[in-house]
């Protein structure tokens, strides 16, 4: 079974409205951390935010947001306020405190529309 | 100066020739990470390191072999490059966080 899955390949918003990227996640582990990467087209890979297993609240970086629902196991990326420097590829990704490594879903294509 | 360097960040290379890619970083971390980028795929782990004498297949380690030579340093090497390996590859490093190199992007001809 996928560890994390991304169900949208492409979203277009529209410039200084807010988006959500979808992201559900797979684990028995009952401590893990789930995360949000950044793939501008120069191909770096930039980190985001950061959801914690047992916080209990969501967290927020600036305009970046993510929707943690922990018995739907979905770990949403919200980006208010679009800018045309969004427009990249998003990656949803965790590690279980226990495991040895990250798991990253196949990304989704988010283009900012002026 | 970037934490995790990748070199080279091109390459083309012909089929059938070893290729090495080296990564170094100055973040400290004893883990590291080689991973794979294939439009659509995401990203799949080919090897990883917790320290140097530690060394761990991921999902997609045929075809590749790694050295780590200390602990800033962790290579990987396509032993015979085919062109299904034409791939943008990126290292990484972690404490809690995984930091990225700014990726190699290899094209197999």
């Known amino acids: 079974a996928q560890k994390i899955t991304q169900t949208q390949p492409g979203m277009f918003v529209q410039e200084k409205e807010a988006v959500t990227l979808d992201c559900t996640y797979d684990t028995s582990d009952p401590s893990y951390g789930l995360f949000w990467y950044k793939q501008p087209s120069s191909g770096e890979m930039i980190f985001l935010i950061y959801q914690g297993s047992y916080d209990q609240q969501n967290a927020t970086e600036g305009r970046y947001s993510l929707n943690f629902q922990k018995a739907r196991k979905s770990a949403n990326l919200v980006i208010s306020a679009s800018q045309l420097g969004d427009s990249a590829m998003y990656f949803c990704?965790?590690?279980?405190?226990?495991?040895?490594?990250?798991?990253f879903g196949t990304g989704t294509s988010l283009t900012v529309i002026p | 100066d970037a934490d995790v360097t990748q070199t080279p960040r091109n390459r083309i290379t012909k089929t059938g020739k070893r290729i090495m890619l080296e990564c170094s970083q100055t973040k400290g971390h004893d883990r590291m990470y080689w991973y794979r980028q294939d439009p659509g795929l995401g990203l799949q782990l080919i090897y990883y390191s917790f320290d140097v004498k530690d060394i761990n297949k991921g999902e997609i380690s045929d075809g590749y072999s790694v050295s780590r030579q200390a602990q800033a340093k962790f290579s990987l090497s396509l032993e015979s490059a085919i062109p299904n390996q034409t791939a943008l590859y990126f290292c990484a490093t972690s404490d809690f966080l995984a930091f990225f190199g700014q990726g190699t992007r290899l094209t197999v001809v």
């Open positions: 990704a965790m590690r279980e405190i226990t495991g040895n490594q990250f798991y």
